[in-house]
């Protein structure tokens, strides 16, 4: 069944999925996985009962039940399932199970970002990769920002009155996914309202000096069209082609340029030609492949059935991977390179992403991107907090404080990882004076002035925002040293902290369930729909206290990957700052809190003895397991592994290639990780290996699923 | 014989202009006929950021049983609202206070968030998760009509800001500039534009179709599907594009003539007000039959009324004033800002004969706000303001309805009442939403059988 069903049917990779994962009898869906569901899984999760609104019964290997089967198979690798009370499956069938399940996962990953991980990392790092590496053929909306930049190559000049036609989900994490977007009739409806603001403008015309031209920017080809006297056919195909190479990027075809004429044609009877004429023009910027990256392989096939990306596909592909521009300068470039063979197209590429994350003036918008979406600190903006009394509080600051840092981190390009991990500098409340002034040298100063007091008036003076920090005094030289033993790296910024708190507390689960799955590249099932998460209120216990709610029987099973990983955060109050004890509420002293005539007055808070302390488990790397003292410990031993470094090589592959790696990807994966190692943590290595591997390069059609 | 003005609308129903002047005839047609017509039946949302205070649902002289007026009550209390003064925040809707039902201690706990549900508040499902069409949606497919649902707003974002899904994970967007709004209704028939332009589009709609089909034929399995809505959005539009046709004059008859300073650089108020008169406009032409019309909300976004000497909406509901007025103060000269623009819409509708009586008749506006009862709700209450009774479906006469407290005997959720709303149109079902956890002891199934009536 799986091998029938096979997304991509390559032999190379079957036969490496099967010693990967199956053995030499090879598990099949009706032979090995519905039997054993029908014993064991069925009876809670089929028709008659569906514990934890889990239904099994209609489970089949088609794609869209690739997460259901990851779940399962976490499942039975942990021995969750079925539960002790009932009666245990046989080893060998359970491994069998798992082995299909597996195999499964390798094949068709999940569409969905936070699902890649459950492609077990060992399939990917744990042996040597033998297979050629491709993606499948397909098609991925564009970015947002790439239509904003599609609209400004069809007309250079400002525009105003047009719409956003389309978003990206709100979910954290890496968010543009090939297989997330598609265009639906409130989007459509937009895209038909922008084509038509931005066909008019090109179109613009005004009297000068008793003549009609041009408004500026309009397009010099498409104002022969505007004559009250019909165009002639050459007038209309240059203004086709004009167009079509404005919007897509290459020449239409003869075919093409007729069916456009045809729709000048129908509209013509109006007697509004000037209408007709913007309407075909119009058309052309609603194409399907100038909102879209197509990604089909239409270039020519090698010899195992894979097919290279045609230079203008390629020319997409790169370009709007690294940033959100296309560069049509650099196809041909790519037809000269595609003659001389794949060395040759690798090395056009590698340049491109040279000239993109090196170059002084180029826009690394896209680049910086990837680390805000994978470490998501600047959500730290999104998380509402009450203002801590007499200190400033400013979120957007201390974001802007950690992105500065990442950049620089990621533009001195060495370590890359490890320094985002582990460094013991931060920017400080700072902004640059004049910065985007050219010529003038850039004087640092604090972006958030200390709140001014009256000490007059009785006022208490307004704690500064370099607190936040440790630091007594803003600091002139950044990025600066934090106070020794008390932070280091983005983990421990104030803006990482905040991003993943709660309103009013810490929130150790999704600190560590972050670092379950971008650190140590581990699954935590997503809470089950009607469970309520309700820690304790009981203010007068420190949180972790409050957490022991997590411990009992059903709960442990997820957050036993996630509460002790977060836990040694707990270093920091809820705002980010360092502490040293936990306030909490003093019950008696509360009591007494009251005034002449007994009302209360509020809660009156103690300190208690701070625990930092956590576990790492089943990380993957039993040298790593084990107990940690405090979050400094443990994201050293962490940020020492190669498990980690593979696992954030893992999520850049995801970003740049929109997709979840499957294990035709390992070779791709195993040498970016290589080619980051080799030049000495440098994460342009890792972009030029990313879109020069043959995951990127190749395609393969994809097989219809099984209905 | 000579004709009655009955038979002749009845013999203009079945001749040919029937398509060109279809509702407005059929109504006409239908007034004609008394009561034996059938009325369209339609619903306004109107979802409005930073909370709805229960206070304002209370009338003069009522109290509710516990120590403070935003305390839910412990059993269900009611009364009735003739002869009682409406609360300052709720006077403009006096005219029509025998058509109101307002209605406390409702629920939506699921929908919790810092400040606006989003989602949460017509879908009844955590805020991030798109579970399933919005109750907004879920009426559109019941009432039908040329546009199952319009959805228009105010807001500081721009567009980028749904508070409506029309299937699980499509969130549909308000569209929050009045311009736009103008244009997606009306544009058929704007003044500056003529029959061509229309002609244009449908040409341009056919060809993308096409186009798209044909697009399609390189792409294999779930790769197609991505095509599948533009194409789909393209064959809609087009359908959308021939019953437009069908409705020109019609369509022409209520397009709204906004005014310059509705359209460009607009306040709030001037935004909102254009909202509504386009949304009136919308359900007087017979364009749709489901609207929500959105009011700050989504995120932090909250608002911003300088023109009402209120610059920020998020200082207020953190009890900041501006110059002499309280934060309460503030929070009522915007609900009255709101309620005057909903009492307009009433009046609009009350004054266009349907049936045996008028559009509002057939009506029921639904108007609470996406943040449950407060700037930072509980979620355990969730006040609601009914105003018509969706053709004698929902009774609505001028009560004032008080359900159990969170968590107690019959206590009832905001799910109960959409629920109520899909029962009053025909569409009964058990469940809405994701059920509150937090009340497995409870029924949450089925609509509020108080607000029904004999005729539902």
Avoid at chain 1, 40 to 54: F, L, S
Avoid at chain 2, 264 to 276: D, G, I, R
């Amino acid at each position: 069944m799986f091998s029938s069903a096979g997304r991509f049917p390559l032999a190379g990779l079957l036969v490496l999925l099967k010693c990967a994962a199956l053995g030499a009898n090879e598990p099949t869906f009706a032979q090995t996985v519905q039997p054993f569901l029908k014993a064991h899984c069925i009876k809670c999760h089929g028709p008659d009962q569906q514990a934890g609104e889990v239904r099994l019964d209609e489970l089949t290997a088609e794609r869209k039940h690739t997460h259901t089967w990851g779940l399962i198979r976490a499942q039975l690798r942990d021995g969750y399932m079925p539960p002790r009370r009932e009666p245990p499956p046989d080893a060998a069938q359970t491994r069998a199970v798992i082995a299909w399940t597996t195999a499964l996962i390798a094949s068709r990953p999940g569409r969905l970002p936070n699902h890649g991980n459950l492609l077990p990392h060992e399939l990917l790092f744990g042996g040597p990769a033998l297979t050629a590496g491709f993606g499948p053929a397909r098609v991925w909306r564009l970015h947002p920002n790439a239509y904003q930049y599609l609209v400004r190559d069809v007309f250079k000049e400002r525009l105003t009155g047009l719409s956003a036609p389309f978003t990206l989900q709100g979910e954290r994490g890496i968010r543009d996914f090939a297989d997330l977007y598609s265009l639906d009739e409130a989007s459509t409806e937009i895209l038909i309202r922008n084509a038509a603001l931005i066909v008019e403008a090109q179109t613009s015309t005004e009297n000068k000096n008793g003549q009609t031209v041009g408004r500026n920017g309009a397009v010099r080809e498409f104002l022969d069209l505007l004559a009250p006297s019909a165009p002639t056919p050459r007038q209309l195909e240059t203004a086709i082609q004009t167009q079509f190479r404005k919007a897509v990027a290459r020449p239409a075809t003869a075919d093409e340029v007729r069916r456009y004429v045809g729709l000048y044609d129908k509209g013509v009877p109006t007697g509004d030609r000037v209408g007709a004429a913007r309407t075909m023009l119009q058309v052309i910027l609603l194409r399907a492949d100038a909102l879209y990256r197509y990604e089909l392989g239409t270039g020519p096939a090698d010899t195992t059935g894979r097919r290279w990306l045609s230079p203008v596909e390629l020319e997409m592909a790169v370009n709007l991977s690294l940033g959100h521009q296309r560069h049509p300068a650099l196809v041909p470039t790519l037809v000269a390179a595609q003659q001389q063979g794949v060395a040759a197209v690798r090395a056009a590429i590698a340049e491109r992403v040279r000239a993109v994350l090196t170059g002084n003036k180029s826009d690394k918008e896209r680049i910086y991107g990837f680390f805000r979406e994978y470490f998501a600190y600047h959500h730290a903006t999104e998380v509402f907090k009450d203002k801590p009394a007499r200190w400033s509080y400013a979120p957007t600051q201390l974001v802007a404080d950690t992105d500065r840092l990442m950049q620089q981190i990621v533009n001195s390009d060495r370590d890359v990882f490890r320094e985002l991990l582990l460094t013991t500098k931060s920017f400080v409340n700072a902004i640059y004076k004049d910065e985007n002034k050219p010529g003038r040298v850039p004087v640092l100063m604090p972006a958030v002035k200390p709140i001014s007091f009256r000490p007059e008036k009785g006022d208490k003076p307004a704690v500064q925002f370099e607190t936040w920090y440790g630091l007594e005094q803003f600091p002139e030289v950044q990025p600066v040293e934090l106070p020794a033993e008390q932070r280091l790296g983005i983990l421990m910024q104030p803006s990482w902290l905040i991003a993943w708190s709660t309103n009013f507390e810490t929130d150790p689960v999704r600190r560590g369930r972050w670092i379950r799955e971008r650190l140590l590249g581990g699954t935590v099932p997503d809470l089950p729909i009607g469970v309520a998460a309700m820690v304790s209120d009981d203010h007068e216990q420190p949180f972790r206290t409050r957490l022991q709610v997590t411990r009992s029987g059903r709960c442990w099973k997820c957050h036993q990957k996630m509460d002790d990983l977060g836990l040694p955060f707990e270093q920091f109050d809820h705002f980010g700052r360092y502490r040293t004890t936990e306030a909490v509420v003093d019950a008696a002293a509360t009591a007494k809190n009251v005034d002449k005539k007994g009302k209360a007055l509020g809660p009156v808070l103690r300190q208690v003895p701070l625990d930092t302390t956590g576990t790492i488990t089943d990380s993957g790397d039993a040298r790593l397991d084990g107990p940690v003292r405090d979050p400094r410990e443990l994201i050293r031993k962490i940020a020492a592994t190669d498990r980690a470094r593979q696992v954030f090589v893992r999520h850049a592959f995801r970003y740049f290639l929109g997709r979840n790696e499957s294990l035709a990807d390992a070779k791709t994966l195993q040498d970016a990780d290589r080619a980051y190692v080799q030049a000495g943590g440098s994460f342009r290595a890792l972009v030029q290996a990313l879109l020069t591997s043959d995951s990127f390069l190749y395609r393969v059609a994809p097989v219809e699923d099984q209905p | 014989m000579i004709p009655t003005r009955r038979h002749l609308l009845h013999g203009l129903s079945l001749g040919a202009s029937a398509t060109v002047l279809g509702p407005i005839v059929d109504r006409l047609v239908a007034h004609a006929a008394g009561a034996s017509a059938v009325a369209q039946r339609r619903v306004v949302f109107v979802v409005q950021s930073n909370g709805m205070a229960p206070a304002h649902l209370l009338p003069a002289g009522l109290e509710r049983k516990s120590a403070t007026t935003d305390s839910p009550t412990r059993t269900f209390t009611e009364h009735a609202l003739v002869g009682r003064t409406l609360h300052p925040a709720l006077a403009p809707l006096a005219p029509f206070q025998g058509r109101l039902a307002l209605v406390q201690g409702l629920s939506n706990k699921i929908a919790l968030s810092d400040h606006s549900s989003e989602l949460g508040a017509l879908g009844c499902y955590p805020k991030d998760k798109v579970l399933g069409a919005t109750i907004d949606y879920q009426m559109g497919a019941v009432l039908g009509g040329i546009f199952p649902q319009v959805g228009v707003g105010y807001s500081e974002r721009g567009n980028a800001y749904c508070f409506s899904a029309s299937a699980p994970g499509r969130r549909a967007p308000i569209v929050c500039s009045p311009a736009e709004s103008f244009r997606m209704l009306f544009g058929s028939v704007a003044a500056h534009q003529d029959r061509t332009a229309f002609d244009h589009r449908t040409n341009l709609l056919e060809f993308m179709a096409d186009d798209i089909k044909q697009a399609r034929t390189a792409l294999a399995g779930e790769e197609r599907q991505k095509l599948d809505g533009y194409l789909e959005a393209f064959e809609n539009l087009h359908g959308r594009q021939a019953q437009l046709a069908a409705r020109a004059a019609e369509i022409r008859q209520h397009a709204p003539k906004l005014a310059d300073k509705q359209l460009k650089n607009a306040t709030a108020s001037l935004t909102l007000e254009a909202q509504f008169e386009i949304a009136a406009a919308a359900l007087l032409a017979g364009l749709t039959r489901v609207v929500t019309i959105t009011s700050g909300g989504g995120g932090q976004a909250f608002g911003s009324y300088p023109e009402l000497g209120i610059p920020g909406l998020h200082h207020i509901g953190h009890g900041g004033g501006y110059e002499d007025k309280s934060a309460q103060d503030c929070f009522v000269a915007i609900r009255q800002l709101h309620t005057r623009l909903i009492a307009g819409l009433a009046h609009k509708l009350h004054t266009q004969p349907e049936g045996t009586g008028t559009m509002l008749d057939n009506t029921v506006i639904v108007y609470l706000s996406d943040s449950g009862d407060s700037h930072h709700p509980t979620g355990k209450q969730w006040p609601v303001v009914l105003l018509g009774n969706l053709g004698g479906r929902l009774n609505t006469n001028g009560r004032y309805l008080d359900y159990p407290a969170y968590g107690r005997p019959g206590h009832r959720t905001l799910a109960n009442l959409y629920l109520t709303l899909l029962h009053a149109v025909g569409k009964p079902q058990d469940t809405f939403g994701v059920p509150d956890p937090g009340l497995c002891d409870l029924d949450q199934t089925g609509p509020l059988t108080e607000l029904l009536t004999a005729r539902s």
